[in-house]
């Protein structure tokens, strides 16, 4: 499922993205707020495509790979996952490599995902969860009208923070 936008191409992962995926996700400044056993190597940079692409399969999440459309290396990553048993809710995840940061790269990606959960999945709400000291994230989800969720605790992390967008005015399914 491949979506464009100005500058970028969201596009499936595969196999040969294994060195990109490896560099993304072992990335120290990536990782800085997020809790996750880093890839060491090509392997298990494999292995986490072939995870991705099972649950893309089966359902569980919709996962694209963000490029700059002059370039065929990834940059970053976006998906919908963590749907509700209703399919009415989904959590958005991001990360994009330091070099790309406060392009408004992420922005440019996050706008072209929302309207996709909204306007083809349906979803009545997405939902984020991002770390109390990630300062661009938590500006991200603002500037895109998240609102936090004061109180709400993503269990087992108590240094994360949840913010929710639910579907915009108009959009509501009939």
């Excluded at 494999?46 to 099972?54: E, G, N, S």
């Excluded at 976006?78 to 070099?99: D, Q």
């Excluded at 309207?115 to 300062?135: C, M, P, W």
Aim: hydrophobic share 35%; aromatic share 8%; glycine share 6%.
């Amino acid at each position: 499922m491949k979506l464009e936008t100005t500058r970028l191409i969201l596009k499936g992962i595969n196999e040969n993205n294994t060195e990109d995926i490896l560099k993304i996700r072992s990335n120290p400044e990536v990782n800085k707020f997020v809790k996750r056993v880093s890839p060491k190597t090509n392997y298990d940079a494999l292995q986490f495509i072939l995870t991705i692409k099972q649950r893309v399969q089966n359902n569980q999440t919709v996962y694209w790979g963000i490029s700059l459309k002059d370039q065929p290396n990834l940059i970053g990553t976006i998906c919908l996952w963590n749907f509700s048993e209703n399919r009415k809710t989904a959590e958005v995840g991001y990360e994009l490599l330091p070099e790309y940061h406060r392009q408004g790269i992420m922005s440019e990606a996050l706008k072209a995902v929302l309207n996709f959960g909204f306007d083809e999945l349906h979803l009545q709400e997405i939902v984020a969860i991002t770390n109390t000291f990630n300062e661009n994230s938590k500006g991200l989800l603002i500037k895109h009208d998240f609102i936090l969720l004061e109180g709400k605790k993503d269990e087992g992390f108590p240094d994360n923070i949840i913010f929710s967008l639910k579907r915009p005015p108009g959009n509501e399914e009939i």
